[in-house]
């Protein structure tokens, strides 16, 4: 069975850092798109940032930009989303998504795999 594992979440204070990983069971997602949606408590899932297969589309909800950057490593086994600059509305629980059809979408409901999530708490 395909899973999606991340790791990498904690705690900082606000203008920290961390660098959140995603590490796909399966070769399969070398040919997926992989994004990293963001829930905080009382609100929906929103997409944080996405990567195509090759990284030929790469996207980040305004929120992030400048901040966060998403990459893989060569074989899209893992993805990574390095976060600078964290900021308390940042706090979330992070989720790894992989989706066959190869784009950035930004509605959870279309990606097939998810990750199990990973915290993310930033103090102030």
């Known amino acids: 069975q395909v899973q999606l594992v991340e790791s990498g979440g904690g705690f900082v204070q606000a203008g920290g850092s961390l660098r959140l990983s995603c590490a796909a069971s399966s070769r399969t997602f070398s040919n997926y798109a992989m994004a990293w949606f963001r829930q905080a408590p009382g609100k929906g899932r929103e997409l944080a940032a996405g990567?195509?297969?090759?990284?030929?589309?790469?996207y980040y909800v305004d929120a992030v930009k400048g901040r966060f950057t998403i990459s893989t490593d060569n074989d899209m086994s893992t993805v990574y989303l390095q976060m600078n600059t964290l900021q308390p509305e940042d706090a979330a629980i992070y989720y790894c998504?992989?989706?066959?059809?190869?784009?950035?979408?930004?509605?959870?409901?279309?990606?097939?795999?998810w990750g199990q999530g990973t915290q993310v708490t930033v103090s102030s």
């Open positions: 998504a992989a989706t066959r059809r190869n784009s950035v979408w930004r509605q959870s409901e279309d990606y097939e795999y």
């Open positions: 990567i195509t297969k090759n990284a030929g589309t790469i």
